[in-house]
């Protein structure tokens, strides 16, 4: 059984950072790929950015290219998000998901496992 938790969200202000966590816990972490997702109030998910089984293959939302850097360490189990130069849109609940493949996909249906999500504020 796959059980991944987000950690790291918070308060931040407009061009302020954050960095986020995700912990997976089973056998497969370095087998899968993995994806950052966000859900702001009234919105539908969307995706932010993936990588591959060993990282080198990333695909980011155009929004948050230049701006944000996801990184994972198979010897830890853990995904990150780096975000930079954070932005009021950038608003949301973020959700770190596997999929059970070696690239990642920008289809939230495409991930067979998904964390609780992290609340992500940035004021103005």
């Known amino acids: 059984q796959v059980q991944l938790v987000e950690s790291g969200g918070g308060l931040v202000q407009t061009g302020g950072s954050l960095r986020l966590f995700c912990a997976h816990s089973?056998?497969?972490?370095?087998?899968?790929?993995m994806g950052w997702f966000r859900q702001a109030p009234g919105k539908e998910r969307e995706f932010v950015a993936t990588i591959s089984r060993n990282g080198d293959d990333r695909d980011y939302a155009d929004s948050v290219k230049d701006r944000f850097t996801i990184s994972r360490d198979n010897a830890k189990n853990t995904l990150y998000l780096q975000m930079n130069s954070l932005k009021p849109e950038d608003t949301a609940v973020y959700y770190c998901?596997?999929?059970?493949?070696?690239?990642?996909?920008?289809?939230?249906?495409?991930?067979?496992?998904w964390g609780q999500g992290t609340q992500v504020t940035v004021s103005s």
């Open positions: 089973g056998r497969t972490f370095n087998v899968n790929a």
């Open positions: 998901a596997s999929r059970e493949a070696y690239v990642g996909s920008r289809l939230a249906p495409d991930y067979s496992y």
